[in-house]
Structure formats: structure tokens, C-alpha cells
């Protein structure tokens, strides 16, 4: 059964701090592999990565994947509360368009 | 571009009871996807649809919940009769080809009693 698991659960830091998002997958014949935010509502899109090795950065916010080791994280430097969300992760499968998607991990960013 | 619009946003019904959710997805996007969102499961697909015809429903949960997507500008999913443990809250998502990024609507927040 295709599975996305994603670790820790939770965590609670403090604004500043550097925090690493963990999210491992089985999946048969892996397209890529995206990476959400979700606040309150909607989750917003924040990376897609296809490529081992090939980091993809946007602001504090960076992510890189292994394929051989089916990982990817999600790096976050200098937390700021506004950070404080559930970040999902999900993995395409090639051939359809369906997303599996990890629990996510709950960030809360303290003051 | 207004994204991907779902009605109503809050939706509180009792058991037994016809639900139907509404999904305009951003003009353009040939494929559209209806997810469930609860503590318990996280977001699972429940069905998905490219240029207006249904591709996987693997994720349909019985017989109760039907989609359609009648044209490029709209689709409904359908829970007849509702049940409590329907009760989570109901994303769309749409995206511009296969295997673009996908964009979820606000959602809907859907209540059993």
C-alpha cells in the first residue's frame, strides 16, 4: 500500500530557531514530490521536487529529495510565527495525477 | 485569477440529509480533485476528474458519495444520505495539466449531526 509518513508530528519552537521537516514515502512509480503549507484553510502550494540532490529554495524556506532513500526534508531557518502551520507532504504517482498525502507536521513558532 | 471556488464554506446539516458541495476550479485547468480533510486520516483523495470526466474514484468511500463534473467550470460532490462520520472538511483542488502543481479551494467545513 502506497504510504507517505512524515515526522515529527509536531513541534513547537522558539522564533529564530532552525527546524527540519521529515517526510519518507513508499510509493509505487514515484512522479514527484510536493510539499504544503496549511494554516487555517487551503493548503498553498510550496515546492515540487522530481530530481535527487537538487535543492529548491524560496526565501527561508528550502527542501531537497532522495530517491534512493525515498526522503525528503523541509528546511525552515530563522522561525518567525508567522511559519506556524501544518506543512503536508504528498507524493505523486506517474500515470495519474493522484497525490498521497503524509498526516502532516504541526509547527508552532513561539515568540 | 479569483483560484479554485467552493460553496458553501460552512455547511451544518442533520443526519440523513442531502449534501451537496459545489467547485469552480481556476479557468483553464482540465483537472479537478475532491479530497477529505479529517484529524483521523489527514487529506485523503476521494475522486478526480480530467476534462470533465472522472479518471480514479478509488477513493470514494461508498456508495453514498457521487461526483460529477458537468463541464470545465463545474462539479459537485454529492453525499446522500449523510452520515456523522461524514463530517470533515471538503477540499477541490485543480490543476493546469498532469502532473502540475494542484490548487485547493478554501474548502468546505461540513458538519453531521
Known amino acids: 500500500e502506497d504510504k507517505v509518513v512524515q515526522s515529527p508530528l509536531s513541534l513547537v519552537v522558539h522564533e529564530g530557531d532552525t527546524v527540519t521537516l521529515n517526510c519518507s514515502y513508499e510509493?509505487?512509480?514515484?512522479?514527484?514530490l510536493l510539499w504544503y503549507k496549511q494554516e487555517k484553510k487551503a493548503p498553498t502550494f510550496l515546492f515540487m521536487l522530481?530530481?535527487?540532490?537538487i535543492e529548491k529554495k524560496s526565501g527561508r524556506l528550502s527542501s531537497i529529495l532522495d530517491k534512493k532513500e525515498l526522503f525528503s526534508i523541509l528546511n525552515i531557518t530563522a522561525t518567525q510565527t508567522g511559519d506556524s502551520a501544518v506543512y503536508l507532504c504528498?507524493?505523486?504517482?506517474?500515470?495519474?495525477?493522484?497525490?498521497?498525502f503524509g498526516k502532516g507536521t504541526k509547527l508552532t513558532v513561539n515568540p | 485569477d479569483a483560484g479554485v471556488i467552493q460553496s458553501p464554506r460552512h455547511e451544518v446539516t442533520e443526519m440523513g440529509q442531502e449534501v451537496t458541495l459545489r467547485c469552480k476550479p481556476i479557468?483553464?485547468?482540465?483537472?479537478l480533485f475532491w479530497y477529505r480533510q479529517t484529524m483521523m486520516r489527514g487529506l485523503e483523495l476521494l475522486i478526480y476528474?480530467?476534462?470533465?470526466?472522472?479518471?480514479?474514484d478509488s477513493g470514494m468511500p461508498e456508495d453514498r458519495f457521487s461526483a460529477k463534473m458537468p463541464n470545465a467550470s463545474f462539479s459537485t460532490l454529492k453525499i446522500q444520505p449523510s452520515e456523522p462520520r461524514d463530517s470533515a472538511v471538503y477540499f477541490c483542488?485543480?490543476?493546469?495539466?498532469?502532473?502540475?502543481?494542484?490548487?485547493f479551494g478554501p474548502g468546505t467545513r461540513l458538519l453531521v449531526l
Open positions: 483542488a485543480s490543476s493546469l495539466l498532469q502532473g502540475e502543481t494542484q490548487y
Open positions: 510509493v509505487t512509480n514515484f512522479r514527484s
Open positions: 522530481t530530481s535527487s540532490g
Open positions: 504528498a507524493v505523486e504517482q506517474g500515470g495519474s495525477e493522484k497525490l498521497v
Open positions: 479557468s483553464g485547468h482540465n483537472s
Open positions: 476528474f480530467n476534462n470533465n470526466v472522472p479518471i480514479d
